[in-house]
């Protein structure tokens, strides 16, 4: 059973912007810690973004603060994660994930990411 529809990703051009949508259902949103996790071909899955819907912690890659901001609706049970300035480098499957118990800040890793998976969604960024 799907537990998150991922939706957002698409082609665009360097400097562009997208906005992906993480809508979950079947587990009680705000007792997770939701993150965003990108992986590039030949690379390993690497964490972009985490946030506690609970109390709007979050934490942020080095590589993407600045251009990407999470966020979370917890009427709609729905994550979003806005990129702005693309990149090539930022070209990779996203997907969402949750995990139960998670510090938003110090354990945004994919391995802390025990519960739930999305399918994913490939953002391709030309240069």
């Known amino acids: 059973e799907d537990r998150f529809v991922e939706s957002g990703g698409g082609l665009v051009q360097a400097g562009g912007s997208l906005r992906l949508s993480c809508a979950a259902s079947?587990?009680?949103?705000?007792?997770?810690?939701i993150g965003w996790f990108r992986q590039a071909p030949g690379k390993e899955r690497e964490a972009v973004s985490c946030?506690?819907?609970?109390?709007?912690?979050?934490y942020y890659v080095d590589s993407v603060k600045g251009r990407v901001t999470i966020s979370s609706d917890n009427g709609k049970n729905t994550v979003y994660l806005q990129m702005n300035s693309l990149q090539p480098e930022d070209t990779a499957v996203y997907y969402c994930?949750?995990?139960?118990?998670?510090?938003?800040?110090?354990?945004?890793?994919?391995?802390?990411?025990?519960?739930?998976w999305g399918q994913g969604t490939q953002v391709t960024v030309s240069s």
């Open positions: 946030i506690s819907p609970n109390d709007g912690s979050t």
């Open positions: 994930a949750a995990g139960w118990n998670v510090d938003p800040v110090f354990g945004c890793r994919a391995a802390q990411m025990r519960d739930y």
């Open positions: 079947g587990f009680t949103f705000d007792d997770y810690t």
